[in-house]
């Protein structure tokens, strides 16, 4: 049998020994236990049709649990705020 190496020890310690889950529904479930739903998403997204209907069915389900995104909907607003602010600054520079 051959020795772990360092690398793979630490990697499992940081892991806390833990087995990583394999398929991507199962490492967006592992991700939602985390709190990363930008992760999760992404991993339920990534399923595509060599997926059973199954497990396509429940990433459906806990896709349209996720709601929305708070960061994503947090950085549309900042967006809209410069492009509001950036406006206003142009038409009072043009007149002023």
Do not use: C
């Amino acid at each position: 049998m051959a020795k772990a190496s360092t690398t793979e020890r630490a990697e499992s310690k940081s892991r806390g020994g833990a087995k990583q889950p394999t398929g991507p529904l199962a490492q967006a479930r592992a991700a939602l236990s985390r709190g990363d739903v930008r992760a999760a998403r992404a991993l339920l997204a990534s399923l595509d049709a060599s997926a059973s209907e199954a497990e396509r069915e429940e990433a459906r389900a806990l896709a349209d649990g996720l709601g929305t995104d708070p960061q994503a909907l947090l950085a549309a607003l900042a967006v809209f705020v410069v492009i509001v602010l950036a406006a206003t600054f142009a038409l009072f520079l043009r007149h002023g």
